[in-house]
């Protein structure tokens, strides 16, 4: 053969050849998306090992998870369909209601709202029961699904298959059922109850006890249908027993546990869908309805749904690490953007804070829970979405009008750190409309703000010995110490704030009473502690004890210690310089923790630190103030590695993620930074999980992580260079990364005792060193 008559043959396979390998890099990129990644089940599930867990939780009760929910969502939205696996209606659960819990094996219904606050569902064969009773089915965990804007579940005993998927505001349920002449969908309200009408033999709609208002439209009419309610026990002794009201063929209907049920006669793998939307009247769910989801088309949804999530989630890309880690980074990043929740689009009614019914100006955000994700998911949105941030941050700022006050959360006045923080990055606001409620909340003895007047009058918060057994953890009292700490911190914030408003005196005045957790600073132990009113240290003490409101805040003495984040040089200097500091942080996280006290959801344990709860998350970072880098780079991977999906399901959670603050933790830490001080513009250093990660910010400039020779082992920071100038700080500031930056850092598996150890290096503080 001449090889002249080759060629032809030889390009066609070398075409063929190119082509097969283009589809394969394609199919690798394709699912190397972040969207991928991402398993809704992570923050589900609670530690499993007791080393993690201290002596949580007390007996009798369950221990905590995330407290997450895996449903079908889209970001910041409303609107999610989740799964409950626990039956609130009939149990009494200790510590946080939570309508979903990993280990649990059956499923009593589908809430359309978060935290059952809409209409709940149940796809059923067979024989039903009247809630709260509910006719519950086993699952398979194996057949469990969560994804972005999409959950599924296959029960059981009933042979059906439930999916759903979302919509800004609405939610699509499709439910697969068996060949039967008894296939059910029960819809009820709960225990809070309301109203509900059969409109047709396709549509029902009610309304809430809350006042909201819903629409359910189903893809096909119902052979049968009734209505139903559970009457009030009539004997207070027993009050879970109530009497069941089912009315066939009736259309409407009132009370506790309201609802509907819907016989239908179906085929073997028929699909019965439901679409549901609420809104402040029947006609916004009805056009909510009309405009999102015209059609039945449960697999355009999901794409679409699928598809703003990727547009979210694309914006951070990271490089390296294990498949795990990556899991891990995308789910916690998601659940990063669960809060604040959008409640009404430019231009759409929604119910304000004052229970009128309001025309949004802007788009119209839920309250910022301050005290948690006001600690770090919030300046992570700063970073990925200054836009957006700015309309949440008009919200509160609407909510304050309403209220009359700013927005607080627990005992502190974090909205302070928020704002200052957000002005520190440039995300536009009215400096002096908010201003005018931070100060009256700051101000005002009628506030929010629980004992001013004695923070004000002597520059603390006293305690007293509650009756009876003090023993922790006692729930009472006025968490003084947590509450004086706290009430600094937002002073310190909103000082600087009023500095950059001109306002000297406000400045000077709040300036001072930034110093106030010094107060509460016992020399001679070495702790912050509680005091009486008359100013002596409330005895016994003993910092390992922790509290729930008796002096601390869900914390110890030892946790609320490190409580004093917008000073942190100055606690370097009450307890006695540098390298006493330091032998505190180590003795910190080193010593066991066996109180005789159970704090639920202080899981997560190094020594004393509990990643499970708020009040010390930050204080591994603090060795950046002691010279001492390497060692919150060490504490950095340890608590990532051990605190999260350390358990057999790879899904568990430290305490509770609290709308995203766990979560945002590990995102900010995998990418090797965290802000200590949301109201700071400063970010400190880590050590970062993946070879690179590249991150799309807001403001259309991209921030680079370059992390060299990084490894499981090489978790030590050697060196390091900022738009390649040698970098000796371990930190920086939104000022040198705002315009887009590279920060390369050099990984091995040695502590450079020098990088980042000169006093100079320090990330700033209020106070200087002594």
Same mark, same amino acid.
């Given at each position: 053969?001449?090889?002249?008559?080759?060629?032809?043959?030889?390009?066609?396979?070398?075409?063929?050849?190119?082509?097969?390998?283009?589809?394969?890099?394609?199919?690798?990129?394709?699912?190397?998306?972040?969207?991928?990644?991402?398993?809704?089940?992570?923050?589900?599930?609670?530690?499993?090992?007791?080393?993690?867990?201290?002596?949580?939780?007390?007996?009798?009760?369950?221990?905590?998870?995330?407290?997450?929910?895996?449903?079908?969502?889209?970001?910041?939205?409303?609107?999610?369909?989740?799964?409950?696996?626990?039956?609130?209606?009939?149990?009494?659960?200790?510590?946080?209601?939570?309508?979903?819990?990993?280990?649990?094996?059956?499923?009593?219904?589908?809430?359309?709202?978060?935290?059952?606050?809409?209409?709940?569902?149940?796809?059923?064969?067979?024989?039903?029961?009247?809630?709260?009773?509910?006719?519950?089915?086993?699952?398979?965990?194996?057949?469990?699904?969560?994804?972005?804007?999409?959950?599924?579940?296959?029960?059981?005993?009933?042979?059906?298959?439930?999916?759903?998927?979302?919509?800004?505001?609405?939610?699509?349920?499709?439910?697969?059922?068996?060949?039967?002449?008894?296939?059910?969908?029960?819809?009820?309200?709960?225990?809070?109850?309301?109203?509900?009408?059969?409109?047709?033999?396709?549509?029902?709609?009610?309304?809430?006890?809350?006042?909201?208002?819903?629409?359910?439209?189903?893809?096909?009419?119902?052979?049968?249908?009734?209505?139903?309610?559970?009457?009030?026990?009539?004997?207070?002794?027993?009050?879970?027993?109530?009497?069941?009201?089912?009315?066939?063929?009736?259309?409407?209907?009132?009370?506790?546990?309201?609802?509907?049920?819907?016989?239908?006669?179906?085929?073997?793998?028929?699909?019965?869908?439901?679409?549901?939307?609420?809104?402040?009247?029947?006609?916004?769910?009805?056009?909510?309805?009309?405009?999102?989801?015209?059609?039945?088309?449960?697999?355009?949804?999901?794409?679409?749904?699928?598809?703003?999530?990727?547009?979210?989630?694309?914006?951070?890309?990271?490089?390296?690490?294990?498949?795990?880690?990556?899991?891990?980074?995308?789910?916690?990043?998601?659940?990063?953007?669960?809060?604040?929740?959008?409640?009404?689009?430019?231009?759409?009614?929604?119910?304000?804070?004052?229970?009128?019914?309001?025309?949004?100006?802007?788009?119209?955000?839920?309250?910022?829970?301050?005290w948690d994700t006001g600690r770090n998911q919030v300046v992570l949105l700063m970073m990925l979405e200054p836009k957006i941030m700015a309309s949440i941050l008009r919200s509160q700022l609407d909510m304050a009008r309403e209220n009359g006050y700013m927005?607080?959360?627990?005992?502190? +006045?974090?909205?302070?750190?928020?704002? =200052?923080?957000?002005?520190?990055?440039?995300? *536009? %606001? &009215?400096? !002096?409309?908010? @201003?005018?409620?931070?100060?009256?909340?700051?101000?005002?003895?009628?506030?929010?703000?629980?004992?001013?007047?004695?923070?004000?009058?002597?520059?603390?918060?006293?305690?007293?010995?509650?009756?009876?057994?003090?023993?922790?953890?006692?729930?009472?009292?006025?968490?003084?110490?947590?509450?004086?700490?706290?009430?600094?911190?937002?002073?310190?914030?909103?000082?600087?704030?009023?500095?950059?408003?001109?306002?000297?005196?406000?400045?000077?005045?709040?300036?001072?009473?930034?110093?106030?957790?010094?107060?509460?600073?016992?020399?001679? +132990?070495?702790?912050?502690?509680?005091? =009486?009113?008359?100013?002596?240290?409330?005895? *016994? %003490? &003993?910092? !390992?004890?922790? @509290?729930?409101?008796?002096?601390?805040?869900?914390?110890?003495?030892?946790?609320?210690?490190?409580?004093?984040?917008?000073?942190?040089?100055?606690?370097?200097?009450?307890?006695?310089?540098?390298?006493?500091?330091?032998?505190?942080?180590?003795?910190?996280?080193?010593?066991?923790?066996?109180?005789?006290?159970?704090?639920?959801?202080?899981?997560?344990?190094?020594?004393?630190?509990?990643?499970?709860n708020q009040p010390d998350q930050q204080a591994a970072y603090y060795y950046d103030w002691g010279g001492q880098p390497w060692k919150t780079q060490k504490l950095a991977r340890e608590i990532m590695r051990l605190m999260y999906g350390s358990d057999a399901s790879g899904y568990a959670f430290p305490g509770m993620d609290d709308q995203g603050s766990t979560s945002s933790w590990y995102v900010?830490?995998?990418?090797?930074?965290?802000?200590?001080?949301?109201?700071?513009?400063?970010?400190?250093?880590?050590?970062?999980?993946?070879?690179?990660?590249?991150?799309?910010?807001?403001?259309?400039?991209?921030?680079?992580?370059?992390?060299?020779?990084?490894?499981?082992?090489?978790?030590?920071?050697?060196?390091?260079?900022?738009?390649?100038?040698?970098?000796?700080?371990?930190?920086?500031?939104?000022?040198?990364?705002?315009?887009?930056?590279?920060?390369?850092?050099?990984?091995?598996?040695?502590?450079?005792?020098?990088?980042?150890?000169?006093?100079?290096?320090?990330?700033?503080?209020?106070?200087?060193?002594?």
């Amino acid at each position: 053969m001449q090889i002249s008559s080759l060629i032809p043959k030889l390009a066609l396979a070398c075409a063929s050849l190119m082509l097969c390998l283009s589809i394969t890099a394609a199919c690798a990129a394709q699912k190397n998306q972040p969207v991928n990644y991402v398993n809704g089940l992570v923050g589900t599930a609670p530690l499993d090992r007791q080393s993690l867990i201290g002596n949580a939780p007390p007996p009798g009760e369950l221990l905590y998870s995330g407290f997450t929910s895996p449903g079908a969502a889209l970001p910041q939205s409303e609107v999610r369909l989740s799964p409950i696996n626990e039956n609130l209606d009939l149990m009494y659960p200790a510590g946080v209601r939570s309508q979903y819990y990993y280990p649990k094996r059956m499923i009593y219904g589908f809430s359309t709202e978060v935290d059952e606050d809409g209409p709940i569902l149940m796809p059923m064969v067979g024989n039903w029961t009247v809630p709260p009773e509910r006719s519950a089915s086993v699952y398979d965990k194996s057949r469990e699904l969560s994804s972005p804007g999409y959950y599924s579940v296959y029960l059981d005993d009933f042979h059906t298959l439930a999916e759903m998927t979302v919509t800004q505001w609405t939610g699509l349920f499709r439910f697969t059922f068996p060949a039967s002449k008894k296939a059910h969908i029960i819809l009820d309200l709960g225990r809070s109850g309301g109203s509900v009408e059969i409109v047709d033999d396709h549509t029902l709609r009610g309304r809430m006890d809350d006042g909201a208002y819903f629409v359910a439209v189903f893809s096909r009419p119902f052979a049968e249908s009734g209505v139903f309610r559970q009457m009030p026990p009539k004997n207070e002794n027993y009050p879970l027993l109530g009497f069941s009201d089912v009315r066939p063929d009736q259309k409407d209907i009132s009370g506790n546990f309201a609802g509907a049920y819907l016989r239908f006669v179906t085929t073997q793998d028929e699909q019965v869908l439901v679409k549901v939307a609420t809104g402040v009247s029947y006609e916004q769910a009805e056009q909510r309805l009309t405009q999102e989801d015209p059609s039945w088309d449960f697999n355009r949804v999901h794409a679409a749904a699928r598809a703003a999530w990727a547009s979210k989630l694309n914006r951070v890309r990271v490089e390296g690490g294990t498949a795990k880690q990556k899991m891990l980074f995308y789910s916690c990043l998601y659940h990063s953007f669960d809060s604040p929740r959008l409640v009404a689009g430019k231009g759409a009614q929604f119910i304000g804070n004052d229970g009128k019914i309001h025309t949004a100006q802007h788009d119209r955000y839920g309250e910022i829970p301050f005290w948690d994700t006001g600690r770090n998911q919030v300046v992570l949105l700063m970073m990925l979405e200054p836009k957006i941030m700015a309309s949440i941050l008009r919200s509160q700022l609407d909510m304050a009008r309403e209220n009359g006050y700013m927005g607080t959360s627990f005992h502190g +006045d974090h909205a302070d750190l928020v704002y =200052l923080g957000a002005w520190e990055r440039g995300i *536009p %606001f &009215d400096h !002096e409309a908010v @201003y005018r409620y931070l100060y009256k909340n700051a101000t005002d003895p009628k506030g929010p703000r629980p004992y001013l007047a004695e923070y004000e009058k002597q520059g603390w918060i006293s305690d007293y010995i509650p009756k009876g057994n003090p023993d922790p953890p006692y729930a009472g009292g006025k968490a003084g110490v947590a509450t004086t700490l706290e009430y600094s911190w937002d002073d310190h914030a909103l000082a600087l704030y009023a500095q950059r408003l001109g306002k000297q005196a406000d400045y000077q005045r709040f300036l001072r009473r930034s110093h106030n957790y010094r107060n509460v600073f016992d020399s001679q +132990d070495g702790f912050m502690r509680g005091r =009486l009113a008359d100013g002596q240290w409330i005895t *016994p %003490f &003993d910092p !390992e004890e922790p @509290y729930y409101n008796f002096m601390m805040k869900e914390a110890s003495g030892w946790g609320t210690l490190w409580l004093v984040p917008h000073d942190v040089q100055g606690l370097i200097n009450l307890l006695g310089g540098r390298e006493k500091f330091d032998a505190k942080l180590d003795q910190f996280f080193s010593t066991p923790y066996h109180p005789q006290g159970i704090c639920r959801d202080c899981t997560g344990v190094i020594g004393q630190y509990v990643q499970g709860n708020q009040p010390d998350q930050q204080a591994a970072y603090y060795y950046d103030w002691g010279g001492q880098p390497w060692k919150t780079q060490k504490l950095a991977r340890e608590i990532m590695r051990l605190m999260y999906g350390s358990d057999a399901s790879g899904y568990a959670f430290p305490g509770m993620d609290d709308q995203g603050s766990t979560s945002s933790w590990y995102v900010m830490s995998a990418m090797g930074f965290y802000p200590v001080d949301p109201s700071s513009p400063d970010y400190i250093l880590g050590s970062p999980i993946f070879r690179k990660t590249t991150i799309e910010m807001g403001n259309g400039y991209t921030f680079m992580i370059v992390a060299r020779h990084n490894s499981a082992a090489n978790i030590y920071i050697q060196s390091a260079t900022l738009n390649g100038k040698p970098w000796k700080k371990p930190w920086f500031s939104w000022d040198d990364i705002r315009d887009g930056a590279v920060l390369t850092l050099t990984m091995g598996p040695h502590p450079n005792l020098r990088w980042g150890s000169a006093p100079a290096d320090a990330p700033p503080s209020m106070s200087a060193p002594k």
